[in-house]
């Protein structure tokens, strides 16, 4: 059982560069979320999914763009990499958004932006 | 606004001392608060959560609603305990975190 499975590990980006995160899991989720963790500002949620075919922003959206692609995976795309995005990266899923719920985190991914 | 206030970056103690993690919340309405942890190279995980009750690996967290607060307490710390430890709120179907405290436990 992989639970949630985040890929790329590590990736570097030059500034204006495209890439996409992708994030599967396989616990039969219905919501799934992407956040940001940064050294002293904790983890920032970007977006999330609360069940498949809908998505919405979190706390910090800009520059970024998602697709529930299907019940299984949440991708999170940066159109033009800036160097304040460099950051690291986690995709996590839970049952449903509601009471009690508890996350499955993934094992992040490393983004440095030049 | 709905908030979450870990006031120490890192809070070091010795192995066998008591540890308390101190988190504070601002939210209007009943709370539903959390404590996740994240070992050295492994997954953020959940800890506990304060509708259960419960105690993990001899922590334990109550919630003070008149001080609004979820401090994380363990009587005896070991050095496996260090970690980072976050303090979470659910806001709207969502966890807010707290910017975490880095917790070391030295021999």
């Known amino acids: 059982n992989a639970g949630v499975t985040q890929t790329p590990k590590f990736q570097v980006l030059k500034t204006g560069q495209s890439m996409t995160l992708q994030c599967a899991q396989d616990?039969?989720?219905?919501?799934m979320y992407w956040y940001r963790q940064d050294p002293g500002m904790g983890l920032r949620l970007i977006y999330y999914?609360?069940?498949?075919?809908?998505?919405d922003k979190g706390e910090v959206p800009n520059g970024y763009n998602v697709s529930r692609l299907n019940k299984r995976e949440f991708s999170l795309r940066l159109e033009s990499a800036a160097p304040s995005q460099t950051s690291v990266y986690f995709c996590?899923?839970?049952?449903?958004?509601?009471?009690?719920?508890?996350?499955?985190f993934g094992s992040g991914t490393q983004l440095s932006v030049l | 606004a709905q908030r979450v206030t870990q006031p120490e970056k890192l809070l070091s103690v010795f192995k066998g001392a008591p540890v308390e993690l101190k988190c504070n919340y601002s939210?209007?309405?009943?709370?539903?608060l959390f404590w996740y942890v994240q070992y050295s190279r492994q997954r953020l995980q959940l800890l506990l959560r304060?509708?259960s009750r419960e105690s993990i690996k001899g922590f334990t967290a109550d919630l003070n609603k008149g001080e609004t607060s979820f401090h994380l307490k363990k009587p005896f710390a070991q050095e496996e305990d260090s970690a980072m430890y976050y303090c979470?709120?659910?806001?709207?179907?969502?966890?807010?975190f707290g910017k975490g405290t880095k917790l070391s436990v030295k021999p």
């Open positions: 939210y209007s309405g009943s709370p539903e």
């Open positions: 979470a709120l659910r806001s709207q179907g969502n966890l807010i």
């Open positions: 616990m039969n989720h219905n919501s």
């Open positions: 999914s609360a069940s498949e075919g809908t998505t």
């Open positions: 996590a899923s839970s049952l449903k958004q509601a009471t009690n719920e508890k996350l499955f």
């Open positions: 304060h509708i």
